[in-house]
């Protein structure tokens, strides 16, 4: 059975994206058949983070009618499958949740696991891509306001019969006074717990700023073994640290 998960905040900024496409990449990678959703029209950035090119059949069109799904599908390199979103001002943004419902469920059986990646906020829009997903993961940052936002998102899920099945909490180390997980879910309550924590790393920019995902870029600097991780606890997969300790050695030498 496909499992629609959207990876939703709350708060803006806090990694919804790097999330997305990290943990889509990751689960391509095990051989798993994932599809990325990029249903946050008004800033669409998952194109960006893949590097995937301009000129595409986008969800836009296929939500205006202008094309069909499998046209706006483009298979990355990793294996992933990405229905990106139109980059262009004036295109399309306004979408009824049972046009994207129709869309994700025309192409779904292919596919292990459904991915939609959301935009900031808990508007209208992100409310109606909340109800078209089965589960939630929750990408939080260690800090009280994103914390006290993404409990008003997991309190949408649960209004929408979705799922929170867990909390990813994003950009750790960065300062002193950050929140531990028990704090965390003092504030968002016992469920769903903590996934996992996933450090700030110089090499997640560093990645974007040249459109690719950094479980390809940087394989094993330390938020790469966050999101591989996360994949597997998600899905179940053994994660398989396949390096020799040649390549160990570099990797602790060059620091991934
Ligand atoms: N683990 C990390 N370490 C360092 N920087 C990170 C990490 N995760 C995300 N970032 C940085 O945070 C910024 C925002 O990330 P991202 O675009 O994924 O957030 P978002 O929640 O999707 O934002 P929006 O709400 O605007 O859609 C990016 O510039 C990215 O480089
Ligand atoms: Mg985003």
Redesign the pocket.
């Known amino acids: 059975m496909t499992n629609a998960l959207i990876i939703s905040?709350g708060k803006?900024?806090?990694?919804?994206?790097?999330t997305a496409v990290n943990l889509g990449v990751s689960m391509a990678q095990m051989g798993i058949e994932t599809l990325l959703v990029d249903a946050?029209l008004p800033?669409p950035?998952v194109g960006l983070h893949l590097g995937l090119p301009f000129k595409l059949r986008t969800l836009n069109h296929v939500l205006s009618g202008e094309s069909d799904v499998t046209e706006a599908i483009f298979i990355h390199e990793s294996g992933l499958e990405v229905l990106p979103a139109s980059i262009h001002i004036g295109t399309f943004t306004e979408f009824d949740p049972s046009d994207l419902a129709e869309v994700i469920d025309e192409v779904k059986d292919s596919y292990d696991w459904v991915l939609i990646d959301c935009?900031?906020g808990l508007g209208n829009e992100v409310v109606k891509s909340i109800e078209v997903a089965d589960k939630m993961l929750v990408?939080t940052n260690p800090e009280l306001p994103s914390v006290a936002n993404s409990f008003k998102a997991i309190q949408l899920a649960e209004e929408s019969n979705t799922e929170p099945i867990g909390i990813v909490v994003?950009?750790t180390g960065r300062f002193g006074e950050e929140l531990s997980n028990d704090e965390i879910m003092a504030v968002v309550g016992k469920t769903p717990g903590v996934l996992t924590r996933?450090?700030?790393?110089r090499n997640?920019?560093r990645a974007?700023a040249s459109s690719e995902p950094v479980v390809m870029k940087y394989p094993y600097t330390p938020?790469s073994i966050g999101y591989k991780a996360l994949a597997s606890k998600i899905t179940g997969r053994r994660f398989i640290d396949d390096r020799t300790l040649w390549d160990r050695l570099k990797c602790a030498i060059r620091g991934y």
């Open positions: 905040s803006g900024g806090t990694g919804k994206t790097t946050a800033t950035d935009a900031a990408v994003n950009r996933i450090p700030e790393d997640v920019p974007i938020a």
